[in-house]
């Protein structure tokens, strides 16, 4: 569910989602906005235009589904300021099956930060059981700043939305490229950037709640979705009905520790699949023995960067190649690709013609929404450069892996800070959170942080289960949809934290 052009390390927070000025979860909170913390105090203003307003529904698409209908509502740009710009947030709804069955609104939300959320209520991905469409409305969004919500660009090319290991002899241009792209976005879209954030988000979703006429909301958020909801839960406890996070973030860790756990999820992930294409060494012949694996991979890496690889129309380096933090998810697919770029490098590449294929400059929407969110999100990013590369230099050593590009210098070092401190989370609402063992983009040790967190939560893990998302996918875990399904039908938490067989 999100553009894999852009940066791997993006892609999950983030993908992924994300933590530390305190707001109590059970201090007062008014209808519409976040108290600051005061008994009766509403820091935000009247919001009655905003959550009143009348949504104009119509069809999404003259050739989608006709019971698929989107609308748009104006929402603060700045909620501290509500009488002054408003930006639009786009929204989707397909309506409960069932009028007497119906329960309320399901919002639904991918990660990200800016993935599109306008058409998940219809996406093919995701297989929502009989008995869920019955009971709620579907409730797609796009993120402010992303997709039809007064979508933002910086007008970043190509070469800006990748993503680059740490290098000595490259980090002074990284510094420089880093500085670039704070500077475009300042550029461009400098009134928005420092209201782009979660917190902001989550009253976008209040906002949405109201205007549909629901007293609480319930939700299904994946990857940074994940962190998107619990925010939620921190500033609108009494709004939060059946939430479930898919996929967790830690939200302590928030952005740059989530960009290193993705380093040390990898290399657990990447240590995983060494002994098991060892063990199958008559199929793959990658090699007999861990050791001998990882040598077969980082050979196959040296070789690419000496003299780039044909492969599906590409040329690929190494680095290319471990830019994708995900390649190790799954052990039979990541022995698959390994054993096809070993053919392409000896020049047996079936899919390859020969020529690089011409890739047109990308849409840098989701890309900008991303840095915009997680570098306003938080105010723990470095203004320090050499603290960068120190930390490259410590995390390549032991990540080898990913641990380059996870720690290398962001667009955050330069970027103005956000309207608000970060938001710690710690609350007792009930959530239910699912969470892959070998997911190395959401690691199994973040979703345990986030259940820590949410102190009324339970956890569901998938023992041995592979890949970022665990649920409603058509390959995804029965025993973990029928629990998320008894959950969202139901109401009832499991009385205790369960696990599921991959």
């Known amino acids: 569910m999100r553009n894999r052009r852009i940066a791997r390390r993006i892609a999950p927070v983030l993908a992924a989602g994300i933590a530390a000025a305190s707001f109590s979860a059970l201090a007062p909170v008014t209808a519409f906005g976040a108290s600051d913390g005061a008994a009766g105090k509403d820091p935000l203003g009247p919001l009655g235009s905003f959550t009143q307003q009348k949504l104009q529904w119509k069809r999404c698409a003259?050739?989608?589904?006709?019971?698929?209908?989107?609308?748009?509502?104006?929402?603060p740009l700045d909620y501290g300021d509500p009488g002054g710009k408003t930006i639009d947030i786009a929204i989707s709804r397909l309506?409960?099956?069932?009028?007497?069955?119906?329960?309320?609104?399901?919002?639904?939300?991918?990660?990200?930060?800016?993935?599109?959320?306008?058409?998940?209520?219809?996406?093919?991905?995701?297989?929502?059981?009989?008995?869920?469409?019955?009971?709620?409305?579907?409730?797609?969004?796009?993120?402010?700043?992303?997709?039809?919500?007064?979508?933002?660009?910086?007008?970043l090319t190509a070469d800006e939305q990748s993503d680059n290991p740490y290098k000595p002899e490259t980090?002074?241009?990284?510094?420089?490229?880093?500085?670039?792209?704070?500077?475009?976005?300042?550029?461009?879209?400098?009134?928005?950037?420092?209201?782009?954030?979660?917190?902001?988000?989550?009253?976008?979703?209040?906002?949405?709640?109201?205007?549909?006429?629901?007293?609480?909301?319930?939700?299904?958020?994946?990857?940074?979705?994940?962190?998107?909801?619990?925010?939620?839960?921190?500033?609108?406890?009494?709004?939060?009905?059946?939430?479930?996070?898919?996929?967790?973030?830690?939200?302590?860790?928030?952005?740059?520790?989530?960009?290193?756990?993705?380093?040390?999820?990898?290399e657990q992930a990447f240590a995983r699949w060494s002994e098991?294409?060892?063990?199958?060494h008559t199929t793959y012949g990658l090699g007999k023995t861990p050791a001998e694996v990882r040598k077969a991979y980082w050979d196959?890496?040296?070789?690419?960067?000496?003299?780039?690889?044909?492969?599906?129309?590409?040329?690929?380096?190494?680095?290319?190649?471990?830019?994708?933090?995900?390649?190790?998810?799954?052990?039979?697919?990541?022995?698959?690709?390994?054993?096809?770029?070993k053919n392409a490098a000896e020049g047996q590449d079936p899919n390859s013609s020969g020529t690089?294929?011409?890739?047109?400059?990308?849409?840098?929407?989701?890309?900008?929404?991303?840095?915009?969110?997680?570098?306003?999100?938080?105010?723990?990013?470095?203004?320090?450069?050499?603290?960068?590369?120190?930390?490259?230099?410590?995390?390549?050593?032991?990540?080898?892996?990913y641990g380059d590009f996870a720690a290398n210098i962001t667009p955050c070092a330069f970027w103005k800070q956000g309207s608000e401190p970060q938001t710690k989370i710690d609350n007792r609402v009930g959530v239910l959170t699912t969470q892959n063992e070998w997911d190395s983009q959401t690691p199994l040790f973040a979703g345990q942080a986030m259940h820590r967190a949410l102190r009324g939560s339970r956890m569901l893990t998938v023992a041995g289960g592979e890949g970022h998302g665990?649920?409603?996918?058509?390959?995804?875990?029965?025993?973990?949809?029928?629990?998320?399904?008894?959950y969202l039908t139901t109401g009832k938490l499991p009385a205790e934290d369960l696990t599921c067989q991959a």
């Open 62 to 75: 003259a050739d989608g589904p006709a019971d698929f209908q989107c609308a748009t509502l104006k929402v």
């Open 95 to 155: 309506k409960a099956s069932s009028t007497k069955e119906r329960r309320g609104a399901l919002l639904l939300n991918p990660g990200g930060p800016g993935a599109p959320g306008l058409r998940l209520p219809v996406d093919p991905l995701l297989k929502f059981p009989g008995e869920v469409k019955r009971q709620y409305d579907l409730i797609g969004f796009d993120l402010r700043g992303a997709g039809q919500s007064s979508p933002v660009s910086c007008g």
């Open 171 to 266: 980090f002074a241009k990284d510094v420089d490229r880093a500085r670039t792209i704070a500077e475009k976005c300042q550029a461009k879209a400098g009134d928005k950037l420092p209201h782009l954030t979660t917190r902001n988000a989550a009253r976008d979703m209040d906002v949405i709640r109201a205007a549909l006429g629901e007293q609480k909301i319930s939700y299904l958020g994946i990857s940074y979705g994940t962190y998107l909801g619990a925010v939620y839960t921190q500033m609108f406890p009494q709004r939060a009905d059946r939430f479930v996070l898919d996929s967790s973030t830690d939200p302590t860790r928030v952005y740059r520790g989530m960009f290193q756990d993705m380093a040390k999820g990898a």
């Open 276 to 280: 098991w294409a060892a063990a199958r």
């Open 300 to 341: 196959l890496i040296a070789q690419a960067n000496r003299k780039p690889i044909q492969f599906g129309g590409r040329a690929l380096t190494g680095d290319a190649i471990r830019a994708d933090n995900g390649t190790f998810f799954h052990v039979q697919k990541a022995s698959e690709l390994i054993v096809g770029l």
């Open 356 to 401: 690089t294929s011409q890739v047109e400059e990308p849409d840098d929407n989701y890309v900008s929404v991303a840095w915009s969110f997680m570098c306003a999100d938080t105010r723990t990013w470095s203004r320090d450069p050499e603290q960068y590369r120190r930390e490259a230099i410590r995390d390549k050593a032991r990540y080898p892996l």
């Open 470 to 486: 665990v649920l409603y996918a058509s390959d995804s875990n029965s025993c973990a949809d029928k629990a998320a399904t008894a």
